[in-house]
Structure formats: C-alpha cells, structure tokens
C-alpha cells in the first residue's frame, strides 16, 4: 500500500521561501501513470489544489500560484517537494501530499499532513 508523509518547518517568516518534502513508500514515484500532488486548507477553509508532477517528470501548477510554486522530485529517494516562495499569513494551513492515477480526477492516497504558519 502506498503512503506518504510529509515534512518541512512548522513556522516561516513572511516574505521567506517554504520548502516541503514528501516521501512516499509503498511504490516508486516513477510508476507509469501515477501523479504526485500538494494541496493545502487554509484554516477555516476548502482544499486547493497546488500542483503536481508527473510519473515522467511532468509538472503543472495553479494557476494562482505558479509564479510563487515549484515542485521537483528526488527519484533516488522516491520524494517529491515543493518550494513556496514569498510567502505571506494567508500561506498558513495545512499542506498534504497525495496521489491520483491517470484518468481519475480522484486523490487516492494522502499524507497525514504538516501546519504551516506563516508569522514573523
């Protein structure tokens, strides 16, 4: 079964750079046609989707924030990361990793998620 987890800083200044790792188990990140997500929830908030990267190294972004994000992978340690940059309060929330397959608008696996405040 496939897991994730996440990682990062609890707490980043504003107008600093967020960095998150997530680390899978369970299967490789280059499996043909398995997609690797980060969506956040701010606080009292929906989920927003963020971005991903592709089985191939393909990735896509919101479009709200594809000027502030960027996500990559480390195949060698089967992780995947993403790097926020600029960051404001409204960044706080929970950030999560997640997968869904090709064909499916469905995010199947999840970490457990990490707090993310942003405060000086």
């Known amino acids: 079964q496939v897991q994730l987890q996440e990682s990062g800083p609890g707490l980043v200044k504003p107008s600093q750079t967020l960095s998150l790792t997530c680390t899978v188990s369970?299967?490789?990140?280059?499996?043909?046609?398995?997609?690797w997500s980060w969506v956040r929830q701010p606080p009292g908030k929906g989920l927003e989707w963020m971005a991903y990267?592709?089985?191939?190294?393909?990735?896509y972004y919101s479009p709200s924030l594809k000027s502030r994000t960027s996500i990559a992978r480390d195949t060698s340690k089967n992780q995947f990361s993403l790097q926020l940059s600029s960051v404001t309060p409204e960044d706080t929330g929970v950030y999560y990793c997640?997968?869904?397959?090709?064909?499916?608008?469905?995010?199947?696996?999840w970490g457990q998620g990490t707090q993310v405040t942003v405060s000086s």
């Open positions: 369970g299967g490789s990140i280059t499996t043909n046609s398995w997609y």
């Open positions: 997640a997968r869904f397959q090709y064909g499916s608008s469905t995010l199947d696996y």
């Open positions: 990267i592709a089985y191939n190294g393909d990735t």
